[in-house]
């Protein structure tokens, strides 16, 4: 889409308002196939745009970031498609029960949905504010996105230690969790879209 003709001289404003459709238009993605699809089209379409962003990026530091977080969008696009959290659930339900400890799971919970979300957490704070400050910095679409599908996947994620579920019900959670993923996705098409565009001699 020529952005320039269509007088839209902010690509995430456009993606951000595509996003805010398809959060009021999908239901839950966990009980729908069709809306799956459409949310595992957008991770791809993003992962290609931020891969195409790295291939036109002129220094290295910059295109490492780009294709490694068009790395990260591919991954959560299969995960998104295959469902992988609950396959991944069943099977650590079915490893409890075989080892007699499934009374007792929720240690094994705590840390795979609090504890380790909160290391890789610390981990990519660490990383945007060394290597990724500067890429983020001047993009302020890119780094929004991200915060935004980072939040989504650490509630989402927190669902697994069953003494979270009382305080996410609390905040009906569920009613706007989708909210944080497509409006993530929609400004990290976007900032891509504006990096092709200032890309672009002329």
Known sequence: M????????????????????????????????????VLTSAYLVAAWLWWRSGA??????????????AILLFLLAVNKFFNLRLLFEDG????????NWYDSRQPVQFVLAIALPFLLAAIAMIFTLT?????????????AGWIFLLLYIALRQSQEWKPALAS??????????????VVGIGLLI???LMNRRNSVPG
């Open 190 to 192: 976007g900032s891509a």
């Open 168 to 181: 996410l019900e609390a905040i009906h959670y569920r009613e706007w969790r989708m909210g944080l993923e």
């Open 2 to 37: 020529d952005f320039e003709k269509a007088q839209c001289h902010y690509p995430p404003v456009p993606c951000l308002n595509s996003a805010m459709v398809l959060f009021l238009a999908l239901p839950d993605p966990e009980h729908s196939m069709l809306a799956r699809l």
């Open 56 to 69: 036109r990026t002129k220094t290295v530091a910059e295109s490492f970031i780009w294709r490694q977080g």
């Open 131 to 143: 290597k990724g400050k500067a890429f983020l910095g001047r993009r302020p679409a890119a780094l």
């Open 92 to 99: 650590m339900k079915a490893i409890a029960k075989s080892g």
